[in-house]
């Protein structure tokens, strides 16, 4: 079984920046496939950015420049850096950790762009 935490998100002004890390408990993290997502309110999960069990990382074009993902597997742990944060990228953002048929998500952070 494995479980996912996020964990990062708050309150942030126009312009600011965030990190924010999903850790993985289970086995053999290194394996999976993790991705980041992102629900605001009143629309439908998007996908935001995401890195394979190679380690290579893949963005939604709209995202690209702006977010990067990474992962540690020392910690079982993969994060997304936000920068250049906008008020439209207020929503729960969620971490993903997909293999063949398997898919198991965390409880989602809130991120809210502010001033």
């Known amino acids: 079984q494995v479980q996912l935490v996020e964990s990062g998100g708050g309150l942030v002004q126009p312009g600011g920046s965030l990190r924010l890390s999903c850790v993985f408990f289970?086995?053999?993290?290194?394996?999976?496939?993790m991705g980041w997502y992102r629900q605001a309110p009143g629309k439908q999960r998007e996908y935001v950015a995401g890195?394979?069990?190679?380690?290579?990382?893949s963005y939604e074009d709209s995202f690209e420049g702006r977010f990067t993902v990474s992962r540690d597997i020392a910690k079982n742990t993969v994060y997304l850096h936000m920068n250049s944060l906008k008020p439209l990228d207020t929503a729960v953002y969620y971490c993903?950790?997909?293999?063949?048929?398997?898919?198991?998500w965390g409880q989602g952070t809130q991120v809210t762009v502010s001033s």
């Open positions: 890195i394979t069990s190679d380690g290579d990382p």
């Open positions: 289970g086995n053999v993290f290194e394996t999976y496939a």
């Open positions: 993903k950790a997909y293999r063949n048929s398997l898919a198991y």
